[in-house]
């Protein structure tokens, strides 16, 4: 393993991109990284953190053919997103949709307008 002096000497030689390579030849990011909603999936599996019974096949249709698209007010969209989203936030909102899997949401997609101001 490199000490921080020598990472940072080996960048000031060698540039990034060998550091990069460098630090990814030192730490196997596929054993180390996963995305959160992986995670969240993983405790599903367990049956850890999060609610059971939410889309399963068995109670309910998951075709798309069976799903409706209905406007969501911002506090549905808000326990939804702030339960599932990685961020655990739900950001501006101007307005929303839900897909319904039966009486089950089962995406929320929200829409904010853009606060950017362009020269």
Do not use: H, N
């Not at 939410?54 to 249709?61: F, V």
């Amino acid at each position: 393993a490199f000490t921080p002096e020598e990472i940072a000497e080996f960048g000031r030689i060698y540039g990034d991109d060998a550091l990069a390579e460098i630090v990814a030849t030192e730490r196997d990011c596929s054993k180390d990284m996963k995305c959160y909603q992986r995670i969240i999936r993983e405790k599903f599996d367990r049956g850890e953190g999060v609610e059971q019974g939410e889309l399963m096949p068995e109670d309910i249709s998951l075709e798309l053919r069976d799903t409706v698209l209905r406007p969501i007010s911002r506090e549905v969209a808000k326990d939804f997103i702030e339960k599932y989203e990685w961020l655990g936030t739900l950001g501006t909102f101007k307005f929303g949709y839900g897909l319904y899997f039966g009486y089950k949401l089962g995406v929320a997609i929200c829409f904010s307008k853009t606060t950017t101001w362009q020269a």
